[in-house]
């Protein structure tokens, strides 16, 4: 296992990619439109299920749509003021801490093509940006 300073890359400059996010996804007040993006997939967890949930969510993401060679960005939308981007394949060194933190959390691609929320109520989203061709595996 890589150490996960070495791991995790910050990015202080949101601000840009909250646009994209923005721009390549409906939204609904201040969240995610999910029944309107491509491919969409849910599951409802709990609060005390939520990390065992979420691991189980992703790794069926991943046998269905995604590459652990990618690196993703990670956003939450209250407490973490900085963007973290990491592998995919790393996700599971990284999922426990980032739960703890009471938010909304946001996996992207660097462009945007997919984006997997895991929410403060519980729920787990993936969706493709309706304004790009599901590229599965990326």
Known sequence: MRNLYESVKVL????KLIKLIEHHFPFNGSRI???????HYHKKSN??????DTKE????LREKYLKDNVNVIYLGDNLTEYGYQF???????????LLGIPQ????????VNWCICISFESYLDF??????????GG
Request: charged share 30%.
């Open 57 to 60: 969510f992703i790794v069926e």
């Open 87 to 97: 592998d995919l394949g790393d996700i599971d060194q990284h999922i426990d801490y």
């Open 127 to 136: 969706g493709f940006s309706v304004l790009s061709e599901p590229k599965i």
């Open 47 to 52: 609060k005390e299920s939520l990390f065992a």
């Open 33 to 39: 439109n999910w029944c309107q993006t491509e491919m």
């Open 12 to 15: 202080k400059d949101i601000d």
């Open 104 to 111: 909304h959390h946001y996996f992207v691609l660097k462009d």
